[in-house]
T-cell receptor
């Protein structure tokens, strides 16, 4: 039972354009969401997070949008750069439960 | 400030042997989490520890797996009598307190022959 779903296994965009990565969740108890980036043979690197009391959080080229009614969040990267090419994971947790529940990831390729 | 350290980075064991995976959290972090990533899957939570205490082990297999985080030294994830299905990447994360972001180490890739 996949509580966090990333339905696009891969995404390819042109350098300089916007990358939009999507994530859906089923557990209405989730109240904190995170995006991590992962290169091959490395651990996940934290990118950006959002609390359920917000609908948008921005950090430089990265913006996360949260639509609670749709149980959907998205990560926008603009402008996309070749160095952004990696696997992006969406993760969530609920209240006092510290364990992160992960999606399967979306592999982003940014082409020069 | 050094990040989360994990060793070894690669570990090969034969079926029936023991595997010990070590994790040194970031300086000042007293909360440690272990996750496992099986091939072609996302990360799955295994266990959450604070110094000398297991807080949540709901993701740990009931047999053969154990974890500790002693007062001194790294956190250890121990797998006894490994089987081929234990082959995976094991990631450790740490945070300074309960509510903070988890920062990950590079992982240990366990291969069971």
């Amino acid at each position: 039972d996949q509580q966090v779903k990333q339905n696009s296994p891969s995404l390819s965009v042109q350098e300089g354009r916007i990358s939009i990565l999507n994530c859906d969740y089923t557990n209405s108890m989730f109240d904190y969401f995170l995006w991590y980036k992962k290169y091959p043979a490395e651990g996940p690197t934290f990118l950006i997070s959002i609390s359920s009391i917000k609908d948008k959080n921005e950090d430089g080229r990265f913006t996360v949008f949260l639509n609670k009614s749709a149980k959907h969040l998205s990560l926008h990267i603009v402008p996309s750069q070749p160095g952004d090419s990696a696997v992006y994971f969406c993760a969530a947790n609920a209240g006092n439960n510290r364990k992160l529940i992960w999606g399967l990831g979306t592999s982003l390729a940014v082409n020069p | 400030n050094a990040g989360v350290m994990q060793n070894p980075r690669h570990l090969v064991r034969r079926r029936g042997q023991e595997a010990r995976l070590r994790c040194s959290p970031m300086k000042g972090h007293s909360h440690v989490y272990w996750y496992r990533q099986l091939p072609e899957e996302g990360l799955k939570f295994m266990v959450y520890l604070q110094k000398e205490n297991i807080i949540d082990e709901s993701g740990m297999p009931k047999e053969r797996f154990s974890a500790e985080f002693p007062k001194e030294g790294p956190s250890i994830l121990r797998i006894q009598q490994v089987v081929r299905g234990d082959s995976a990447a094991y990631f450790c994360a740490s945070s300074p307190s309960f509510a903070d972001t988890q920062y990950f180490g590079p992982g240990t890739r366990l291969t069971v022959l």
